[in-house]
């Protein structure tokens, strides 16, 4: 089974975890341009659960949130990088703006974001907490992101 899943996948997996007692931790983000502060986040997440379930965002919904510009990968081959990763169990694309409809799918023990977020200003924080879910927010890895990748890229010519 490929670790690139569809919605309908995501469901029947995540009915069969909810009877197992397993936690499932899931987060989601562009990835854009993946790089160290993505892989040391994944990690950390996945160390706090039984599996990590990545939400990615559509290309579509990357060029809603970021503009017309972005994203620099395609949604296809930004999943396959990131299920190439061992710490990453399943990736599911989204199209929407929030990952809501994801979270309804997954249905997350644990939903992790990184960075400079408090809980309660995370837009998904609510249905989370209302399916029964936790949120954390993880330790931004300084100095490592995908905007300061690009200027640095454009800087050189």
């Known amino acids: 089974m490929t670790k690139i899943v569809t919605r ?3 469901e029947r997996l995540a009915a ?3 009877e197992d007692g397993s ?3 899931f987060t989601n983000g562009c990835f854009d341009l993946l790089h160290v502060g ?3 986040y ?3 997440a996945r ?3 039984d599996r990590l379930v990545l939400g990615l965002n559509s290309d579509a919904s990357v060029q809603g949130l970021k503009g017309p510009s972005r994203p620099i990968l395609p949604q ?3 999943a396959e990088l990131l299920a190439a990763l061992e710490c990453v169990d399943h990736v599911l694309i989204f199209d929407e703006a929030t990952a809501d409809e994801a979270i309804k799918a997954v249905r997350p023990t644990l939903y992790v974001k990184g960075g400079d977020y408090q809980p309660d200003a995370i837009p998904e924080t609510p249905l989370v907490r209302a399916l029964g879910g936790e949120v954390r927010v993880l330790p931004f890895v300084e100095g490592r992101s995908t905007t300061s990748l690009v200027a640095r ?3 050189l010519g």
Do not use: F, Y
């Open 23 to 25: 936690t499932t931790v």
């Open 47 to 49: 160390a706090l659960g």
């Open 153 to 155: 890229i454009k800087s």
């Open 76 to 78: 296809d081959e930004r």
């Open 42 to 44: 994944l990690q950390a």
């Open 38 to 40: 993505h892989t040391r």
């Open 8 to 10: 309908s996948e995501m």
């Open 16 to 18: 069969s975890w909810a």
